[in-house]
């Protein structure tokens, strides 16, 4: 009944929060960008007064970067904690935007209504959905739902510098029954769901070197190896053909898919040809016997992010290169080791070189696969709540790229974490005209309000 | 004993016959750059002049871009063309020279004395040791050789656009019994050598195109194939593990070496390890049973001279590229058909290709090997002369490189050519500081001296 009475409010407040969230997208918070350096702090405190205004004791907290905000309730039963970020993506090329980015406001578009500016999805529309929800919870019931933390970073999008070390330094205070994330996306843009496996990455620049210096191609070809094609052979090398990675002891800790995860994942019937011909491709082109969805989100790939050497200008030049370059990344999954990984990677490259050329390697990245442990209640607890909002089965999902927060939660606070988001695939995060749609906020609003009440219990 | 006369007479005048090729020098005739067109055009007016004064018939010839200088002379006999260019490369970076480019003169070093300037050795300073020779010889005879032309381009060091347009249009003034160029250097800066074979060249640019746009490689990776691994492949494909080349028909044209020429380059006694010592490599990487010499100058390559795609900057970036790039050439010997293996390399490529993956090619150059029909009694007397001259075998080499003049001489004008030229290794040619050896250029004016008098008989 309760649930009902905080439903109806959300309902009826939606303009207000609708209102509020534009005020907030209103503040530039690009993080990358120091001139902007104000305007992220300036977001930090309207999170403060927003939160302290429903009863959150909220601070403010310096980092070396952009500032921390951090929110307690205290209250009985399980305790959650909510991540978000209030900083933005910059906006060139402002051209292509049709308003101004900081200007937001609510457009009416053929499908539907939308909240049009810089941050309305990514992330600011998204934390506020949960921020909303308690409010609404706090008109309704005269209190806040719990024991709540909220966790909101001012860094996400210029690479989280301060986050490992802010979690370390306040680990006691941030260590929760369990982490909620809102920075995803519907399925689909219509199915809710719960990412429960992010993929790991690990990423490796390798040099190879032949002669101390370019050669002509009429001199020296021919005599001298040419480190492209050495590193051209390591390349073609790294798969078999049928598209699995031949690096030894690679495939250690990769697990399948339980049945029931499988079943759920079949149930999103998820339209590969369409995610294909979105991008002019008619078939999948990896693991023969894997569907595209079980590839991007459970199993571990190889690619080549970049290549370059020699002469790549305008017309021809016979030269013989004296340095060949790749970036190679690895997204792994399941308990697969980066470091192991690294390694087999390097000793395989090393073991291809032939006499008279050399390798250098540079390693970026180095994040294993998050994979949630789904029998704490509170997993099954919101896959219902949701399900229940969205008149479709919530799924527990996998994402193909790595999403390091929740990783972070894992190894520094030894929380698992639920990612629910609300985002749909044309919000244009990162890009020009991002907007976040009305029903995602109003509906994202309504579902943590379900969520809460089923795990707060 | 008339051939002792021409040459004291060499020796006695070689101060003047500097002091000519230093006032040549002094003409700044770049033919790149627009700015210097008339000195081009005063660089053939001086050679016009130059050459009359000896009892040439000769003339500037116009042609869209700089001119051409044509003379003859009338006699008895065979009728020798010499061809060589009074354009010079740009002189950039300037700072790099220890004195005007443009401001020649002869300088003492640890290795003789060298006559400094752009130009002094490509090649203003080769051309004039065939125009002292005959000056000298008219001195001591009255009269010329014989039946000389000389074919003077001013396009060389920009490529040549008038050079075959204009020997077609001038095919019956040109054809001569045989062709003498002087562009070409001692073999290792001191042994006599007429290169009687030279690579062709054939390059391609293809593009690899997989998805219609760049794709990130945590949403799509493992499922749409990565052009770079495409074009990893095809490269890697290219060679087998002994260094040979795959494609189909590839060697047909090969021809081997005669036993006469095996033991002329065996002679040469060329110090392999110095040659890959030089740029740092210890061991020669090509095909197993060839010698470096026999490869570079005798066997076909494929290089691959340049590749790109993806993300090349700073730091990492996991895009999944929509396309890949190479520039690949070939080498070409004997009588490889470069488009029979342009027409190969395609077929080749596209049958690597795989679903949803296309290519685009891009042809540059397509130059057959140019092999002399050494049978021609010149070939010998002129190598007989040479071995006089410099107290050393002079043998029949080959040139790892293009020189495209001598392709022309064959194919437009159906004559072989001799290349024979007294550059030595450290003449930096294309380079800063610029010279040419006092002894190159009296030991050469002295060459051609006794190889007319063998040629002309």
């Not at 407040?13 to 120091?34: C, F, G, K, N, W």
């Amino acid at each position: 009944m309760s649930l009902d009475a905080v439903l109806a409010r959300i309902d009826e407040t939606l303009p207000q929060a609708t209102d509020r969230l534009i005020d907030l997208l209103r503040i530039p918070s690009i993080s990358t960008d120091p001139a902007f350096k104000a305007d992220c702090d300036r977001a930090a405190d309207w999170l403060v007064a927003e939160l302290e205004s429903l009863g959150f004791e909220a601070s403010k907290r310096p980092t070396p970067g952009h500032p921390m905000v951090v929110a307690h309730a205290a209250g009985e039963g399980p305790h959650v904690l909510f991540y978000g970020h209030y900083d933005v993506q910059p906006v060139d090329p402002l051209n292509l935007w049709h308003r101004d980015p900081f200007d937001p406001a609510i457009e009416e578009t053929p499908k539907g209504q939308v909240i049009r500016g810089r941050g309305a999805s990514d992330d600011k529309g998204q934390l506020m959905t949960f921020i909303e929800a308690c409010r609404a919870w706090k008109d309704v019931h005269g209190a806040l739902p719990g024991r709540i933390t909220l966790f909101l970073e001012g860094e996400e999008e210029s690479g989280s510098p301060s986050l490992v070390p802010f979690m370390k330094e306040n680990a006691a205070e941030l260590t929760a029954d369990i982490a909620l994330i809102c920075d995803t996306g519907l399925f689909e843009s219509k199915s809710p769901a719960i990412v429960t496996m992010l993929r790991g990455l690990m990423g490796e620049e390798l040099t190879i070197r032949g002669a101390d210096k370019d050669l002509h191609s009429g001199m020296y070809g021919g005599v001298a190896m040419n480190p492209i094609r050495v590193l051209a052979r390591i390349i073609a090398g790294l798969h078999d053909d049928t598209g699995r990675i031949t690096l030894p002891g690679f495939y250690d800790g990769v697990t399948e898919l339980s049945d029931e995860i499988r079943a759920q994942w079949q149930n999103l019937a998820f339209d590969h040809a369409r995610f294909l011909g979105d991008v002019g491709l008619s078939e999948p082109a990896g693991e023969q016997d894997r569907t595209p969805l079980e590839m991007i989100w459970s199993r571990p790939t190889c690619e080549v992010n970049g290549i370059w050497g020699g002469y790549t200008g305008d017309g021809f030049k016979t030269v013989l290169p004296s340095e060949a370059h790749a970036k190679i990344s690895f997204r792994l999954v399941g308990q697969q080791d980066p470091n192991a990984i690294r390694e087999a990677f390097r000793a395989y490259v090393e073991a291809q070189l032939p006499t008279d050329c050399e390798v250098e390697f540079h390693g970026h990245g180095n994040s294993a696969a998050g994979q949630m442990q789904i029998d704490h209640p509170a997993f099954e607890q919101a896959r219902q709540a949701l399900s229940e909002e969205w008149g479709l089965a919530a799924a527990y999902v996998g994402c193909g790229g790595s999403i390091p927060i929740a990783g972070y939660f894992k190894t520094v606070l030894g929380m698992d974490a639920m990612l629910i988001g609300f985002g749909k695939d044309d919000d244009q995060i990162h890009s020009p005209n991002e907007k976040y749609d009305v029903e995602s906020f109003h509906k994202g609003i309504r579902s943590w309000a379900r969520v809460l009440e089923k795990v707060m219990g």
